[in-house]
């Protein structure tokens, strides 16, 4: 009886550990993967710069699109603050001026994204509700 006992407290504490041990490997997986959504502001209120991927939303500012031969730059701003940012690859259909815009990238600082993907908004009444609330909800 008593090795019976033994031998069950074994087994549950290795399938324990089995599965303590299989979550964390999936989550450091996975982590790599893991973009974090930012607005203007929160970016000028960040502490320290990582070097991961985040995504800042908010409106493009009106005037600000500028395209070069291979490269184009523009500001996102959520009326408190702006981000510059700088693409280069084929902008979607809907990105123009004045438009809600998700960008991906890498912050080089807190003024400045290196960005490698522009996600616009697909019609005049949607807004992700990330955007919305970064942006008070205008």
Do not use: C, W
């Not at 523009?74 to 259909?93: A, M, Q």
């Not at 960008?103 to 080089?108: A, K, N, P, S, T």
């Amino acid at each position: 009886m008593v090795k019976k006992v033994k031998l069950r407290i074994v087994f549950l504490l290795s399938l324990i550990l089995s599965i303590v041990l299989s979550v964390y490997l999936i989550l450091k997986a996975l982590e790599k993967d893991v973009v974090y959504f930012l607005s203007p502001s929160d970016v000028k209120n960040l502490e320290k710069i990582a070097s991961k991927k985040v995504r800042v939303g908010g409106m493009v500012k009106d005037k600000s699109i500028d395209i070069n031969s291979d490269r184009i730059n523009f500001v996102v701003t959520d009326f408190k603050n702006e981000i510059n940012v700088s693409y280069s690859g084929s902008v979607p259909n809907l990105f123009s001026e004045n438009k809600g815009v998700v960008v991906e990238g890498f912050l080089q600082d807190r003024n400045y994204l290196k960005a490698v993907k522009i996600l616009a908004k697909h019609d005049e009444n949607y807004m992700p509700p990330e955007v919305k609330e970064a942006l008070g909800g205008k």
